[in-house]
């Protein structure tokens, strides 16, 4: 059996000076290896509940929770925040909050350099990340002179050069193109599949991520109401009931259904389809 690398326990959190309760009983286990869509409307809780796993709540928030998280055996509530990160990494939904130094370069070598890393191994580690990101080009330049989304790169080369063993991403998709925001999906596949990354994307772009993730949990008013895999989260009409836009593919793939065309499992993407019902009027006929 696959292990839990995080497990929350019943968790509820209000923010300082606020009425209200963001999380209420929060029950969720993250599995080693999964790639999971952390999805819901604006305001439902997904920024907070990412916050608690890392311990920015109640670290750096404050604020009043009841429950357990447990994140790879550390207590987020406890653990100092750079032993956290070094198992976590958390990309931010606004990457100016993230990049602090004046060049790319001191930027993603940050964390390292605090931590004491010898020379050698920077180097490595940065040529590494330059290359997988395709950022080389950057490595060199000052850091207010990049775009949105060159800036989220190297916020994210600077989580993944210490090598996290989870990463989580709020919003990636919201200063990227669709291109931009495929090719940086491509590659957090081949980081979960290779080196057995464990993701958790923060997202409202659903037609965008359905085809890399493996589960779906959706949060309503800081409650998780679905915890599915993905196929079965695409047979559900997620946007009536929860507020989550539903990718075109389902749409289609519930009207084929309806009109007795398709009958097969529900596809990730338009190819899946088409190649689905060839074979299902090949075998048919
Ligand atoms: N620092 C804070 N202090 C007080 N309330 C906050 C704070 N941050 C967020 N909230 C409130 O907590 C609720 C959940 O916010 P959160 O940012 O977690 O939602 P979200 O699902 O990430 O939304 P979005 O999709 O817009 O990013 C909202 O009502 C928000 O106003
Ligand atoms: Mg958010």
Redesign the pocket.
Known sequence: MTEAVVHIEDFSYKYPYSEKEVLHNVTLKIFDRDFLLLAGA?GSG???L?RAIVGLIPQFYGGEYRGEIRVFDMDPSLTPIYKITEQVGFLF?NPENQIFMTTVLRDIVFGMEFRGFPREEMEERVRWISRELNIAHLIGRRTEELSGGEKQKVALAGLMVLKPRLLIL??PSAYLSPAATKSLLELLRRLNKDLGLTIVI?DHRLDLVVKYINRIVVLVDGEIKLDTDVRSALQENLSKEYGVNMPVISKLYTELKRRGVYCGTPPLDADELVSNILVDQEGGG
């Open positions: 604006s997904k920024t907070t990412a939904q709020d919003e923060i």
